[in-house]
């Protein structure tokens, strides 16, 4: 049988669905490429995984503290487990430890990634056709892609060095009451957005709050990086500061301790209330949409995370130290390179942000910036890096370009960025470059 792919489901035209895929496979045809491409964690942290040890570690928590026979212990990890984890006790104890966060462990849901955490709240909240969301513009394209999925309309709103624009969400609000529609939920990373490098102020964050309590709609908070901050620069994540349970909180542990357990959370503690069924937290519907998604999250994988957390008692604060130390150099190197390679804000239309903390650092270039421009900086330069159009909904990004450096020592970036230089000297129209290539 042949389908016609006009007759699938119409976010499968969509190129943001694609665009992950695409460079993974520039990456494979150019592997001898210094790659800024990836937004994924140092592979050093790997060589030191003792998944046995942390699994091991976790079971004597199960018999020692929550009170299981060894045999009932050791069948947890290898049978179909409850949909919202074995660990969110663990989680919702670290979450209270380091950020001030006071979730109970009813409110905590185990999830396959941050990815899954995404679209279960999407599903959840999104009933309506009437109903948008509102996202950081440019944002992360695992939430706009799981908007699309689910046929969830989007509202773009610019991000300042500091933020969201308030002003404009709360016109975007006004202008959809006005349409006969309202902004639901509003999704934002406070803490060195991927891709835009962004961080919140302390008074933003409290104002977005009382914005999200007046116009009435829910602040959808991701927290993927905020452990890369400085230590004496540490500032409250919204569900910290939140009083009115207007954040729905969510995290993954692939920074923190590897991507491969594919192991996220959602902290919900919304209350839902309807005749007859008494008030439950939020937490409960997500789970009972989980168990039609995947049923559940590998019990083995959380025992690995849960194995982590308890070597550490139950911090993510030291479990992160080193991880933090190590990008917070990367992102130095990364900035600084540029610094002495490029000059800052060339006269050619050349400037870059610089970011406190993250993964990333935005340039602007004088040209566009598209995939075939991508083809050229990999094939002729060996320099691979990511179109910033991918993650804007519209044309804001089609100058930009986003490097990352996490996955990378310095030696590589000091070569890349090398490579880069290069590479705008001869692509761009040439410049007067600071230093030779």
């Given at each position: 049988m042949?389908?016609?792919?006009?007759?699938?489901?119409?976010?499968?035209q969509?190129?943001?669905?694609?665009?992950?895929?695409?460079l993974?496979v520039v990456m494979s045809r150019?592997?001898?490429?210094?790659?800024?491409?990836?937004?994924a964690?140092?592979?050093?942290?790997?060589?030191?995984?003792?998944?046995?040890?942390?699994?091991?570690?976790?079971?004597?928590?199960?018999v020692e503290?929550?009170?299981?026979k060894?045999?009932?212990?050791?069948?947890?990890l290898?049978?179909?487990?409850?949909?919202?984890?074995?660990?969110t006790?663990?989680?919702a104890?670290?979450l209270?430890?380091?950020?001030g966060?006071a979730?109970?462990?009813?409110?905590?849901?185990?999830?396959?990634g941050?990815?899954?955490?995404?679209?279960?709240?999407?599903?959840?909240?999104?009933?309506s056709?009437?109903?948008?969301?509102?996202?950081?513009n440019?944002?992360?394209?695992?939430?706009?892609?799981?908007?699309?999925?689910?046929?969830i309309?989007l509202?773009?709103v610019?991000?300042?060095?500091h933020?969201?624009?308030?002003?404009?969400?709360?016109?975007e609000?006004?202008?959809?009451?006005r349409?006969?529609?309202?902004?639901r939920?509003?999704?934002?990373?406070?803490?060195?957005?991927?891709?835009?490098?962004?961080?919140?102020?302390?008074?933003?964050?409290?104002?977005?709050?009382?914005?999200?309590?007046?116009?009435?709609?829910?602040?959808?908070?991701?927290?993927?990086?905020?452990?890369?901050?400085?230590?004496d620069?540490?500032?409250?994540s919204?569900?910290?500061?939140?009083?009115?349970?207007?954040?729905?909180?969510?995290?993954?542990?692939?920074?923190?301790?590897f991507?491969?357990?594919?192991?996220?959370?959602?902290?919900?503690?919304?209350?839902?209330?309807?005749?007859?069924?008494?008030?439950?937290?939020f937490?409960?519907e997500?789970?009972?949409?989980?168990?039609?998604?995947?049923?559940n999250?590998?019990?083995?994988?959380?025992?690995?995370?849960?194995?982590?957390?308890?070597e550490h008692?139950?911090?993510?604060?030291d479990?992160s130290?080193?991880?933090?130390?190590l990008?917070q150099?990367?992102?130095?190197?990364?900035?600084?390179?540029?610094?002495?390679?490029?000059?800052?804000?060339l006269?050619?239309?050349?400037?870059?942000?610089?970011?406190?903390?993250?993964?990333?650092?935005?340039?602007?270039?004088?040209v566009?910036?598209?995939?075939?421009?991508?083809?050229?900086?990999?094939a002729?330069?060996?320099?691979l890096?990511?179109?910033?159009?991918?993650?804007?909904?519209g044309?804001?990004?089609?100058?930009?370009?986003?490097?990352?450096?996490?996955?990378?020592?310095?030696?590589?970036?000091?070569?890349?960025v090398?490579?880069l230089a290069?590479?705008l000297?001869?692509?761009t129209?040439?410049?007067?470059?600071?230093?030779a290539?």
């Open positions: 042949r389908l016609d792919h006009s007759t699938l489901h119409g976010s499968l969509d190129p943001v669905l694609g665009s992950i895929g695409f993974n150019y592997p001898d490429a210094v790659s800024f491409a990836p937004g964690p140092h592979p050093v942290f790997f060589e030191e995984l003792d998944t046995n040890r942390y699994t091991g570690r976790f079971l004597r928590y199960l503290e929550e009170g299981h060894p045999e009932k212990a050791r069948r947890m290898y049978e179909y487990g409850p949909s919202r984890g074995l660990i006790r663990l989680v104890d670290a209270r430890r380091d950020q966060i979730a109970d462990e009813n409110a905590v849901v185990v999830t396959v941050a990815q899954e955490a995404m679209f279960l709240v999407l599903r959840a909240l999104f009933r056709p009437e109903d948008v969301l509102a996202v950081a440019p944002s992360y394209v695992g939430i706009t892609g799981a908007a699309r999925l689910l046929d309309d509202v773009a610019d991000e300042t060095p933020g969201i624009d308030l002003d404009a969400l709360e016109a609000c006004q202008a959809a009451r349409a006969g529609r309202r902004v939920a509003c999704y934002v990373a406070p803490d060195f957005s991927n891709p835009g490098g962004s961080r919140m102020t302390l008074d933003i964050r409290r104002r977005l709050l009382r914005l999200a309590e007046l116009e009435d709609f829910l602040v959808v908070e991701d927290n993927a990086y905020g452990f890369t901050a400085a230590a620069a540490a500032r409250p919204l569900k910290a500061l939140d009083r009115d349970r207007r954040v729905v909180y969510i995290g993954t542990f692939a920074k923190v301790c991507p491969g357990a594919r192991v996220g959370y959602v902290v919900a503690d919304q209350v839902v209330g309807s005749p007859g069924a008494g008030d439950r937290p937490a409960e997500l789970a009972a949409v989980k168990n039609m998604v995947t049923v999250t590998s019990p083995l994988c959380q025992a690995v995370i849960g194995g982590m957390l308890l008692a139950c911090s993510l604060a479990l130290r080193r991880k933090a130390d990008y150099r990367n992102l130095a190197c990364l900035a600084d390179a540029l610094d002495r390679r490029l000059g800052r804000e006269p050619g239309g050349i400037a870059w942000n610089r970011p406190e903390g993250g993964f990333f650092i935005r340039v602007t270039l004088p566009p910036v598209d995939d075939a421009l991508l083809e050229t900086s990999a002729k330069y060996g320099v890096w990511t179109p910033m159009s991918h993650f804007y909904l044309n804001a990004g089609d100058f930009q370009l986003r490097l990352s450096c996490s996955y990378l020592d310095p030696e590589q970036i000091e070569t890349g090398r490579r290069a590479f000297r001869h692509e129209g040439g410049w007067n470059g600071s230093a290539g």
